[in-house]
């Protein structure tokens, strides 16, 4: 076993501390990553604080993961050591399930095991990202193509693929309308993804505060949502719509903006159930649908994705000691747009 320094969540109240954590012995098919970054992603908070359900304490979260690896197991023969590499929310799932089969691990019929918050192959509850190292099944990790700078890719294996993902499935490109709502550390990648896509760009957010950043990284338009006349201005304008806020928003008013078979796609998750009136849907053939991070060879595209277009996160790297800080600023929307901590001042 390996014992190395992490932050842990010791109660749903208390800021995280420094401790440390054992990692398994390596497996024929492990690897062991040096992490060097690790993105704050808002489920690390929610998580933490035990607001999606009781949390097993100290729990270590943290589920977008840089770093390189230093050791592997005898029998892997995707990564060597040195390799720049990256772990997303899963590191495992069944492989035998129809879903799994189909690259959609995320969707594991039989549960997928999360980075952090999960059971892990040693029976043992899975510790994410804030912390020096981790150990991971090959299967489950990606590899980080040289084009992207190691912490600007940290968030892409969350906000990333979770943006990504919807946006392929509902084919973003060109001559496609497609309309974020908000402007955090999902909403600015999916800015960027759904540009370099090819599709027009349209950022619903509540002020236009942001406008300039979101013009810059490759939003066509940019409305405030607290100004009424938006709503009728772009009636009927997007086929897609992609929802990255977890506030309770007026479903209707947002599903009244999609053009006939336009799909408003929820990827941030309020604690409330969203009301969505049968009449916002019948008139114009519209869906209503939600989309989970993305599957192991999706992440991977992704990454190249954003390799070949350029494309990583915005990002403010810090130290683990502004953590609880930077926990505070990130219910405050005051980041532009995600933090990353760097791995050695664990
Ligand atoms: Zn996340
Ligand atoms: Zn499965």
Redesign the pocket.
Known sequence: MLTVNAYAATSATEPLAPTTIERRDLGPDDVLIDIRFSGI?H?DIHTARSEWGPARYPIVVG??IAGVVREVGSAVTKFAVGDRVGVG?LVDSCRECDNCRKGLEQYCRNGSTGTYGGVGRDGEPTQGGYSQAIVVTEDFVLRIPDGIELDAAAPLL?AGITTYSPLRHWNAGPGRRVAVIGMGGLGHMAVKLAHAMGAEVTVLSQSLKKREDGLRLGADHYYATSDEDTFTTLAGSFDLIINTVSATLDMDAYLRLLAVDGTLVNVGAPEKPLSVHAFSLIPARRSFAGSNIGGIAETQEMLDFCAEHGLGAEIEVIPAEKINEAYERVLASDVRYRFVIDASTF
Do not use: P
Request: negative net charge.
């Open positions: 992603c489920s589920h977008e929310c969350c």
